[in-house]
T-cell receptor, first 115, second 110 residues
């Protein structure tokens, strides 16, 4: 059973507010990821990290930012939320420092609605 | 770049019917292949995986075989249940990067 947690599960917030979506894992995984899932279900990688103090942008451009100060924690921040940010956000982690066929473990997701 | 193409949904079946969800991939190297499942309101769960050609992944009655010659990883189940209703994602990992298919919605009726 994967131990990866996301809070909050649901968030409704007004335009212009700053928000932070939390993601934590207790498996000691080096690699962590953020995906945005649109209503059509397709998943888009928006950020990833290969370890502490390492963050990279993913395939889909996002106005969000991330940080990785501790191995187990990978929060995502939106400085000024807009309705276009309404989506489901999924956090994931995986083992391995080298390129390899390791599966990713996913959290339950945060469903964000910006009004 | 690498890509995964899944059979378009939604797929609607009656309980105990046979399920096939097609998945083909394009990759520059030799990927590992996965099927993930997403139940309503939840994150993705790994359903099964295969890391080399001719490997068969299996779990909860689902199976998929890594076919290098046809670059395919089709998901099958002999007898679906209502509880199998979910979204299914085929995916590959290569160079540490996970690439998903677009997802297939499965609905199983009693």
């Amino acid at each position: 059973e994967a131990d990866i947690y996301q809070t909050p599960r649901y968030l409704v917030i007004g335009t212009g507010k700053k928000i932070t979506l939390e993601c934590s894992q207790t498996m000691g995984h080096d690699k962590m990821y953020w995906y945005q899932q649109d209503p059509g279900m397709e998943l888009h990688l928006i950020h990833y990290s290969y370890g502490v103090n390492s963050t990279e942008k993913g395939d889909l451009s996002s106005e969000s930012t991330v940080s990785r100060i501790r191995t187990e924690h990978f929060p995502l921040t939106l400085e000024s939320a807009r309705p276009s940010h309404t989506s489901q956000y999924l956090c994931a982690s995986s083992v391995g420092r080298l390129a390899g066929g390791y599966e990713q473990y996913f959290g339950p997701g945060t469903r964000l609605t910006v009004t | 770049g690498d890509s995964v193409t899944q059979m378009e949904g939604p797929v609607t079946l009656s309980e105990e019917a046979f399920l096939t969800i097609n998945c083909t991939y394009t990759a520059t190297g030799y990927p590992s292949l996965f099927w993930y499942v997403q139940y309503p309101g939840e994150g993705l769960q790994l359903l099964l995986k295969a890391t080399k050609a001719d490997d068969k992944g299996s779990n909860k009655g689902f199976e998929a075989t890594y076919r290098k010659e046809t670059t395919s990883f089709h998901l099958e189940k002999g007898s679906v249940q209502v509880s199998d209703s979910a979204v299914y994602f085929c995916a590959l990992v290569l160079g540490g990067k996970l690439t998903f298919g677009q997802g297939t919605i499965l609905t199983v009726h009693p």
